[in-house]
């Protein structure tokens, strides 16, 4: 378990020129690494070691070796994770996989360090720089000492330490614990939870988070970005620069909020979402407007899945995923999947007649999907042919009565 907190030291100017020095010898540091890796196909730290190490302590003669070993070591992540997209993208599109940059590292960067060139001993924490080893006094915000203890076994195992826009020097400290021993609630309800861009969550029970409010704000920074952008001036500029980060900040507290909510629930012991980590918006290029591409480029549904997974982890609820694949064309009801019964945000099954929001209708189709594998763990779920319904025979008219969903679990 890993978390972090950012200080702002009060340094010198002699000592923010020495971390200034060292980011342009770390960055360079980065890239004599990877671009030896690349030329010679490999990622192997004692190879880069064996063959770098001189040549980088000719050219950054005052960076401290922990420095350059930190730096290595972020070359050989970097390159690792270049390797992986550059073969993935290679199967689908060659000639982009041959233009892919090769990772490289400003000299505005932030510098990676870990225990052997940072320390923290009470109020005082030192780090390495080309000149000397800074000394500073710092503070750590109370309510994150509360709630990360040393006495619970936390303990500082690194820091990113770079510079803000302002020229502020910012230390990142980052603590590690083992992960506790948390009994699973095995005792709890099974939930659905669908993902999309007009509600955010909706639940297999009704529950609706709505994203009006995050649409309203996309909206006006959209607005007031292509107004500054085309008006170009530079106090134009400088309102750019101002307003930066203040739409991505606010999803991700909307992102927190919600996360905190479902998290928080004592009858849950499973929270069912779609696996959306192979959607690609190229696919959606001829399939839908504008408009919604634009919509689903800024969508921010991993961000709150990653949020999702580790608080329900604390509280003993696991997270499952199933196939994406027909939840929002599915009836939950007789299990017919037919597109054209969804019309907006409302579904109206053809078949049975049965009528409910369609965020609740796919919210309880993810839900069913789960049951099912968990009642058959040696089969996968099959999905139902079109037009025919969960009994087997073909439907062909609409029942007289509208049905009500109603939530099924395990027996």
């Given at each position: 378990m890993r978390r972090s907190v950012t200080v702002f030291p009060k340094l010198t100017d002699k000592e923010v020129s020495a971390i200034v020095e060292t980011r342009k010898q770390y960055a360079r540091t980065f890239n004599m690494s990877a671009e030896c890796l690349i030329n010679n196909s490999s990622t192997s730290k004692r190879f880069l070691h064996k063959v770098q190490y001189e040549r980088i302590k000719e050219e950054c003669p005052s960076l401290p070796t922990g420095l350059i070993q930190c730096?290595?070591?972020?070359?050989?992540?970097?390159?690792?994770?270049?390797?992986?997209?550059?073969?993935?993208?290679?199967?689908?599109?060659?000639?982009?996989?041959?233009?892919?940059?090769?990772?490289?590292?400003?000299?505005?960067c932030t510098m990676r360090y870990d225990v052997r060139t940072i320390t923290l001993r009470g109020s005082q924490l030192t780090f390495s720089t080309c000149d000397r080893r800074i000394r500073t006094i710092i503070s750590i915000p109370e309510f994150f000492s509360e709630r990360y203890p040393e006495t619970e076994g936390w303990k500082l195992k690194g820091a990113n330490i770079g510079m803000d826009r302002n020229g502020r020097v910012f230390v990142n400290l980052i603590y590690e614990c083992p992960d506790p021993v948390i009994e699973e609630n095995n005792d709890g309800k099974i939930v659905g939870l669908d993902?999309?861009?007009?509600?955010?969550?909706?639940?297999?029970?009704?529950v609706h988070y709505g994203a009006k409010d995050a649409r309203r704000v996309k909206r006006r920074y959209n607005h007031v970005r292509s107004e500054l952008q085309e008006k170009g001036t530079r106090s134009a500029k400088r309102r750019l620069m101002a307003i930066s980060g203040c739409e991505k900040r606010f999803v991700l507290d909307q992102n927190h909020c919600i996360s905190k909510k479902l998290a928080n629930a004592d009858d849950v012991s499973v929270y069912v979402l779609e696996d959306l980590s192979s959607m690609n918006m190229l696919k959606l290029?001829?399939?839908?407007?504008?408009?919604?591409r634009k919509w689903l480029s800024n969508w921010s549904y991993s961000d709150l899945e990653a949020k999702l997974s580790y608080k329900c982890q604390m509280n003993g609820i696991r997270v499952e995923f199933v196939d994406a694949r027909y939840t929002s064309q599915k009836c939950s009801v007789c299990k017919t999947i037919d597109k054209d019964s969804r019309k907006g945000n409302r579904y109206v099954c053809r078949h049975c007649g049965?009528?409910?929001?369609?965020?609740?209708?796919?919210?309880?189709?993810?839900?069913?999907?789960?049951?099912?594998?968990a009642l058959k763990p040696g089969q996968a779920a099959v999905n139902q042919p079109y037009g025919w319904s969960a009994t087997g025979r073909p439907e062909t008219e609409p029942v007289d009565k509208t049905l009500t969903s109603k939530p099924s679990g395990l027996p």
């Open positions: 730096a290595r070591d972020v070359a050989v992540e970097a390159v690792k994770a270049w390797n992986a997209k550059k073969a993935k993208l290679r199967q689908k599109h060659p000639k982009k996989a041959e233009r892919m940059k090769s990772p490289s590292m400003k000299e505005r993902r999309g861009v007009y509600n955010i969550v909706t639940t297999s029970e009704g290029k001829g399939k839908s407007n504008k408009t919604m049965s009528r409910m929001h369609a965020d609740t209708n796919a919210a309880i189709n993810i839900r069913d999907s789960y049951i099912t594998r």
